[in-house]
Every structure is written in structure tokens, then in C-alpha cells.
């Protein structure tokens, strides 16, 4: 048998003779530029030749997910993505987080697979006691709107496209339903992700005069559709904030048009619900009423007499005007994942005390909230093929919760003790939001409001299908607005 021919050697092996001795790794060759006599390299990489064997890189200090040559590093500091920026007037430190109840949350909670049979036997009684009363069945609000009509029939839409159509229609339908859909508005949609919300609902008003549209969210959201907007009439403004941060009034649109704000949200994760109703009717609701709750005599200019004072006061205070006015015209948010509530945040914390409920029961509960849209799980597989799912739609910051938002690795889905069976943990799952969802609603009543909790959408939808609406006892009208 003839002995094989020897393979070429690699030209990748050497460079060639007179050529530059810089490997492109790119290319998988040497760099064929020609050399001055004595040197190794071309004038194109003597200096990163050079620079690669003496620099060193390291970890930017400021975002350890990339690397920064050392000597570079305070030029880098300057202009790097993750640098602190300036704050802009509508950012106060933690002004809807609510108080810093620290010393009622003990500094370890065992999981809930932890406890045991009987503690969660106990835990069960006090939330079945708590809810006796409650209406566990909510009103069917499941409704459309002629906006989307030629949306939800285009036959190249998939199924996920579908469901959240289905759902924008619904909340749409609700505004309308409310008589909140108006000219001189403005509509702050919370956790706005891309702004679809927005967009459906500035579509729906046409050519509404004075619309204006402030969408909040506190991550980089990629296809917003905002830029798609460019009419006369309707302005969008977009916050790259923390809701708990945000301090509404201090935003230059809002303080110089003076419009009644509407709040929206589809599929408001957890702790961000209770951060916007806190944003919405304390920080500034509160804050518009004291402006308006001014002595008439010291908005009037300060040339008029004292008899001419008191005539105008006296004119004022018989006029028809509502007894109290609240800049916030109504609220219309779609729930979401209940299991990533927190009890420092949460706008319910008087309702829970008053039932003697406090911050470990909450913890409790709230993780045993997820049972309602994850307690269905029988498989490995399922849960694998899930996960999967999960990773894919947390891919894109926007997406919203249709499986109920909860991860397998969450100890709220754990397995527990073998006396629950899946339908049982699916109704106590249920129980956990509808207490936590009442607290909501007590705080808003509170508040002066009338709040309302309803199904907005089939559960084959969506899983996670509660609506929560509210409008002010004192209803807003623009000829109110100060």
C-alpha cells in the first residue's frame, strides 16, 4: 500500500516573508501587509501589537459584565452606559415606597416547603377567616373596542399577538365604559414596556384635542411604538424611572397643563400596583388637593381691597363646584403576579392589621398566591418546557405575564405537604389574591374613591385576568381643573 503524500504545511502557520506577524483572529490568517526592513509588524499593528502584550484589562468597576483597559478606566468611568446620571426634578428617593416597617418582618422566613404540616394548617385557617365575606366570584367585564377591530381580525396574527390584543381591547372597553376615554386628559401607563396600551388608546380618541400620554418604565424597552405617534393633538413622553421614585407633579407637563390624570397598566407586576396607587392618590393627588385647598384670598392679586376680597371669596365659595377636587380622573390596571409583592410596599397594610394579619402572614400569603396559576404543574417536563417559555419572554423586557408570571424556582411552587390536593392549593392560591386585591381596594376607598375588582378577560387568555378600576367620588371634570 503506497504510503500517503504529507499534508501542506498551514499558511496560517508563519507569516510570509517580508509580511506583518499580526494574526487577525478574525480572519484566521496572518495580516499580508508589507513590512519596513527590520520590523515585525505593519504601521497598522505595531501599536496593538505592542499594546496587547503590555495593557491590561479589568472589570469596570461601575458593571462587572464587561472589561476596560486599566489605563483607560477613568476615561471609560466618564462616558460608560452603566455610569449614575444626573436625576432628573421628578425623582425623589423612595417617595411611593411607603414606610420601613423593618422590625415587623422577622430577619428569616423559612420557605413555605419548609413549614410544616401543621403551621401550614394554620397559616390556611387564618386565610380562610380573613376572607369570609369576600366575594371570591368577581363581575365578568370582558369587553372590546371598534379601535381594535381590524387588529384582532388580521388573519397573519399568532396566537400570543392574539391574547394580548384581546386583553387591550378589554381594558380598552373598561376606559370607554368609565367615560374616561376624553379630550384634556392625560394617561400615565405604569410599567408601560413598549406602550401598546398607549397606543391603543390615543388611537381610540382620534383627534381628541389636549391628550397627553406619560408612559413609565424603569428598564430600556427595544419596538417601542411611541415614535409612531406624531399627531397635532396628542403629545407621548417617555420615563425611564422607578416607580417608586417618581413623584408626578414635578413633571413639567403635568404641572403646566394642569389635565386630570388617568392611570393604566396592563399586567402591573406585584409590588409596582401598589407603588403607582401610592404614586397616583397620595404623592400627587395629595399634593394637587393642598395647592387647591388655598385660602381663595391668596390666589387673588394682591391690588384688591378687602371688601373687594371677601365679595370674590363669597362669589367663589357659592359657585357649583365640587366640595373636593382630585386631579386624578381614574384608574384602570390590569394585576399581575401577586407572589412579587412586598409588605414595606403595600398600600393595604391597615386592612391586614385590622383582620390581625401583619408582615409575616403577608410573606406567607403572597407566596401562596402563585398556587393560582402554578399549582397545575404535574411534570418535570411541563415545568422544564415552562421554564424554557419563561426564559424566551423575559427575553424582551416588555412582555407581559399571560402564565401568571411565576418560576419554577420560586419557592411559592414548590411542593408542600400531601394534604392539599392541586385543586385545593389552586383555590387558596386564589383566596391569597383576592385578600391582597381587597386591601387595594380598602386603601382606595380610603382615599376617596370607588374601587371595583372584575374579570376583564377569559382565563384561557390569560391566567392572570383581574382588573382593578376606580374613579374618584368626586368625579373631574376640565372646567374643575385649577
Excluded at 385590622?354 to 418535570?380: D, I, N, P
Amino acid at each position: 500500500m503506497a504510503a500517503s503524500a504529507p499534508a501542506p504545511p498551514r499558511t496560517t502557520d508563519f507569516p510570509a516573508e517580508g509580511r506583518c506577524s499580526y494574526y487577525v483572529e478574525k480572519k484566521k490568517r496572518f495580516c499580508r501587509m508589507v513590512v519596513a526592513a527590520g520590523r515585525r509588524f505593519c504601521g497598522e499593528h505595531a501599536g496593538a501589537a505592542e499594546e496587547e502584550n503590555a495593557r491590561k484589562r479589568i472589570l469596570c468597576p461601575l458593571d462587572p459584565k464587561h472589561t476596560v483597559y486599566e489605563d483607560q478606566l477613568a476615561k471609560h468611568l466618564k462616558k460608560c452606559n452603566s455610569r449614575e446620571k444626573p436625576k432628573p426634578d421628578f425623582f425623589i428617593q423612595d417617595i411611593n415606597a411607603g414606610l420601613n416597617d423593618e422590625t415587623e418582618i422577622p430577619e428569616q422566613l423559612v420557605p413555605i416547603s419548609s413549614l410544616s404540616e401543621e403551621q401550614l394548617e394554620s397559616l390556611i385557617k387564618k386565610l380562610r377567616k380573613a376572607s369570609e365575606g369576600l366575594n371570591s366570584t368577581l363581575k365578568d367585564q370582558i369587553m372590546s373596542h371598534p379601535a381594535l377591530h381590524d387588529a384582532l381580525n388580521d388573519p397573519k396574527n399568532g396566537d400570543s399577538a392574539t391574547k394580548h390584543l384581546k386583553q387591550q381591547a378589554s381594558i380598552l372597553g373598561n376606559i370607554e365604559k368609565l367615560k374616561l376615554l376624553g379630550p384634556r386628559r392625560c394617561f400615565v401607563e405604569f410599567g408601560a414596556g413598549k406602550g401598546k396600551l398607549s397606543h391603543w388608546v390615543d388611537i381610540a380618541l382620534k383627534d381628541a384635542e389636549k391628550v397627553h400620554f406619560i408612559l413609565v418604565e424603569k428598564v430600556t424597552t427595544r419596538f417601542k411604538v411611541d415614535g409612531k405617534h406624531r399627531k397635532k393633538n396628542s403629545v407621548f413622553e417617555r420615563l425611564q424611572i422607578d416607580i417608586q421614585h417618581l413623584c408626578l407633579n414635578k413633571i413639567p407637563l403635568l404641572s403646566k397643563e394642569k389635565l386630570p390624570v388617568v392611570g393604566i397598566g396592563k399586567h402591573l407586576c406585584g409590588v409596582a400596583t401598589d407603588l403607582a396607587l401610592r404614586c397616583l392618590v397620595e404623592t400627587y393627588a395629595a399634593s394637587c388637593e393642598e395647592r387647591n385647598e388655598e385660602p381663595l384670598a391668596k390666589r387673588i392679586k394682591n391690588d384688591k381691597t378687602e371688601k373687594e376680597i371677601n365679595t370674590l371669596a363669597k362669589e367663589g365659595n357659592e359657585k357649583n363646584v365640587p366640595e373636593k377636587w382630585t386631579p386624578v380622573a381614574g384608574i384602570v390596571i390590569a394585576l399581575c403576579c401577586h407572589h412579587r409583592c412586598d409588605w414595606r410596599h403595600y398600600v393595604g397594610k391597615e386592612y391586614f392589621r385590622a383582620l390581625g394579619l401583619g408582615a409575616v402572614e403577608f410573606h406567607y400569603f403572597q407566596r401562596m398566591s402563585s398556587w393560582a396559576t402554578c399549582g397545575m404543574r404535574k411534570t418535570s417536563l411541563e415545568a422544564s418546557n415552562l421554564t424554557t417559555k419563561r426564559k424566551d419572554k423575559h427575553s424582551d423586557a416588555s412582555e407581559e405575564h399571560d402564565d401568571g408570571g411565576c418560576r419554577i424556582t420560586d419557592d411559592s411552587a414548590e411542593s408542600v405537604p400531601g394534604f392539599l390536593t392541586v385543586e385545593e392549593k389552586k383555590k387558596i392560591g386564589h383566596l391569597c389574591k383576592l385578600l391582597i386585591d381587597q386591601g387595594r381596594v380598602e386603601y382606595l376607598q380610603q382615599k376617596g374613591f370607588s374601587p371595583a375588582l372584575q374579570y376583564y378577560t377569559d382565563p384561557l387568555v390569560s391566567l392572570e385576568n383581574v382588573l382593578l378600576t376606580a374613579l374618584p367620588n368626586h368625579p373631574v371634570s376640565p372646567e374643575t381643573t385649577p
